[in-house]
């Protein structure tokens, strides 16, 4: 049987397909991340498949996954390797990160004990501070922002 790319689940551009896995893996963690369900196999196995998976994460889809390991507050067996590559994605598409979703994510790490240091300078920036007003809550923005510079402070300190 043919599928045609109309009835596939998933939609991509033929330059940047979206797989199913990567939906699957961002679906289940929205799901955990929404009920507050923390199940420490499915979240290895997230933090393993972003790993090797984390180049074809379009930069939205990269914090659907990693997100929920700050709210729940765990660090997966193969932290290292994680957050290598998440600051290694984040480096490389920096530009193309929303501010917002690029604050919730950098949140979610430091709620488990990885500071984003390298980031420091860029978040503080003019720029990024100006593009995150908007229509996010600015208490919200505000309590992230707080909550960033202390812990860094509290880390170069």
């Known amino acids: 049987m043919v599928i045609s790319s ?18 699957t893996v961002t679906k289940v963690m929205q799901y955990c991340s929404q009920n507050n369900i923390l199940s420490k ?7 393993e498949s972003f790993v090797y998976n984390a180049d074809n994460f379009t930069t939205s889809q990269t914090a659907e996954p990693i997100a929920p390991f700050g709210k729940l507050n765990y660090l997966p ?5 994680l957050f290598r590559k998440l600051e290694k994605i984040i480096n490389a598409r920096y530009i193309q990160f929303h501010p917002h979703v690029l ?22 920036h003019p720029y990024f501070l ?10 919200r923005v505000s309590s992230k922002l ?5 812990t860094i402070t509290g880390v170069l300190c």
């Open 6 to 23: 109309s009835q596939k689940p998933w939609r991509g551009t033929l330059s940047n397909p979206v797989s199913p896995c990567i939906l």
């Open 41 to 47: 196999p499915i979240f290895d196995v997230v933090a």
């Open 77 to 81: 067996p193969n932290a290292p390797s």
């Open 103 to 124: 604050l919730d994510l950098l949140h979610s790490c430091i709620l488990i004990g990885r500071y984003p240091i390298n980031f420091l300078a860029r978040m503080f």
């Open 130 to 139: 100006q593009k995150l007003q908007g229509p996010l809550t600015p208490s």
């Open 146 to 150: 707080l909550s960033y510079t202390k």
